[in-house]
Nanobody, 127 residues
Framework: QVQLVESGGGLVQAGGSLRLACATS????????MGWFRQAPGKEREFVAA????????YYADSVKGRFTISRDNAKHTVYLQMDSLKPDATAVYYC????????????????????WGQGTQVTVSS
């Protein structure tokens, strides 16, 4: 079992920035593709960003492209989501997720392809 723990959420004004982190003690973290998803009240969980196991490839939802940046530090077993120019519609619970397929050549944007999930961290953007 892989435990993922998100941190860094909070309340920020529109136009501001937040940096989310997702840490694990799993020694196999470096083999997993990682993703960030979010779920706003009354809405389905949606893809935000993903990164392959090495960090060489990243993927973004069109709604965040150019404003959010996903990165990872395999030595620290941590994946990050830097969120800039935040808008009120970014208000949601943000979840990180791990695809437990070792060294996968495919980085998914689909939630059902991820095997492990964190508990989520609340991000609230005020207008």
């Amino acid at each position: 079992q892989v435990q993922l723990v998100e941190s860094g959420g909070g309340l920020v004004q529109a136009g501001g920035s937040l940096r989310l982190a997702c840490a694990t003690s799993s020694l196999t973290f470096g083999a997993y593709a990682m993703g960030w998803f979010r779920q706003a009240p009354g809405k389905e969980r949606e893809f935000v960003a993903a990164i392959n196991w090495s960090g060489s490839s990243t993927y973004y939802a069109d709604s965040v492209k150019g404003r959010f940046t996903i990165s990872r530090d395999n030595a620290k077993h941590t994946v990050y989501l830097q969120m800039d120019s935040l808008k009120p519609d970014a208000t949601a619970v943000y979840y990180c997720a791990a695809d437990a397929t070792f060294y996968s050549g495919h980085t998914s944007t689909a939630a059902h392809e991820y095997d492990y999930w964190g508990q989520g961290t609340q991000v609230t953007v005020s207008s």
